[in-house]
């Protein structure tokens, strides 16, 4: 999550992963081969001579950005005793914006009280039951969800 992080700040070389995370190049080579296998990063060569590449996030680890902002809110908010070492900006007017999880269809934010995982289509019997458990010692808001879609 680290070097995601890091190519989020523009870091694309090598050593400039190296330096900024003080990882040692044979376990930096190991997981960024893994960050490329799972399609989160590519590798882009710069140089020939010798050769050198770029590391640069796909579109699936560009996807990752509402992760890490929201991870952002969470240790600013918990783990900022000295104020915000990062902030999250709007571009146009410089003015400081509060990350908040959103319903994308509705705009109206997700709480636990008003919100509950379910299982989707592909969860195991398993998972499907401790789901179901789960949502069942949730409170609901005031009229429970006839199923687990109309939750959704």
């Known amino acids: 999550m680290l070097i995601l992080r890091d190519a989020f700040y523009g870091t694309t070389r090598f ?24 399609g ?10 010798p050769p050198r590449d770029d590391y640069v996030l796909t579109e699936r680890g560009r996807d990752f950005r509402p992760v890490l902002l929201t991870l952002l809110a969470w ?11 990062i902030r999250l900006v709007e571009r146009q007017s410089g003015r400081p914006v ?8 509705t705009g109206e934010r ?12 592909a969860a195991s019997p398993g998972l499907r039951a401790r789901l179901e458990c789960s949502a069942q010692a949730q409170p609901l808001k005031s ?10």
């Open 40 to 49: 989160l990063i590519s590798r882009m060569q710069y140089s020939a001579h």
């Open 143 to 152: 009229t429970p969800f006839a199923s687990t879609a109309d939750a959704l």
């Open 75 to 85: 240790g600013n908010r918990h783990y900022s005793d000295d104020g915000e070492a």
């Open 110 to 121: 997700i709480t636990e009280t008003d919100h509950y995982l379910a299982p989707g289509p």
């Open 98 to 105: 509060r990350v908040a999880l959103v319903d994308a269809d």
């Open 15 to 38: 050593d400039e992963f190296q330096k900024r995370l003080g990882i040692a190049p044979n376990v930096l080579t190991r997981r960024l081969s893994k960050l490329i296998e799972e």
